[in-house]
Nanobody
Framework: QVQLVESGGGSVQAGGSMRLSCAGS????????MAWFRQAPGKEREGVAV???????TYADSVKGRFSISKDNGENTLYLQMNTLKPEDTGMYYC?????????????????WGQGTQVTVSS
């Protein structure tokens, strides 16, 4: 059974940093396309960053230069390093997995999801 478990969320002041982790079962992290999505209250889920099986990355314009997605295939863990956080980064952050040949930053491609971890950025 596929499992994705996020951790590392919490509260931080604007300008601060936070690192999210997503532990995957088996070899899901290394074998598939992996991504981070977020959802703020009253808003639709949006893609934040995606990393292909080969390690290529793509970011949403809103986080370029501030966030960095990475993975450790041996540890079956996905990361999201978030720097210079802004109040508009507040939301529930989810990691997700998609088949490796459908690696686009769109939620419809992702069939496996974690339960999410809350990130709150105060001004």
């Amino acid at each position: 059974q596929v499992q994705l478990v996020e951790s590392g969320g919490g509260s931080v002041q604007a300008g601060g940093s936070m690192r999210l982790s997503c532990a995957g079962s088996g070899s899901i992290i290394g074998s598939n396309c992996m991504a981070w999505f977020r959802q703020a209250p009253g808003k639709e889920r949006e893609g934040v960053a995606v990393i292909s099986r080969a390690g290529s990355t793509t970011y949403a314009d809103s986080v370029k230069g501030r966030f960095s997605i990475s993975k450790d295939n041996g540890e079956n863990t996905l990361y999201l390093q978030m720097n210079t956080l802004k109040p508009e980064d507040t939301g529930m952050y989810y990691c997700a997995a998609a088949l490796p040949h459908f690696c686009y930053l769109a939620a419809s491609y992702f069939g496996w999801w974690g339960q999410g971890t809350q990130v709150t950025v105060s001004s």
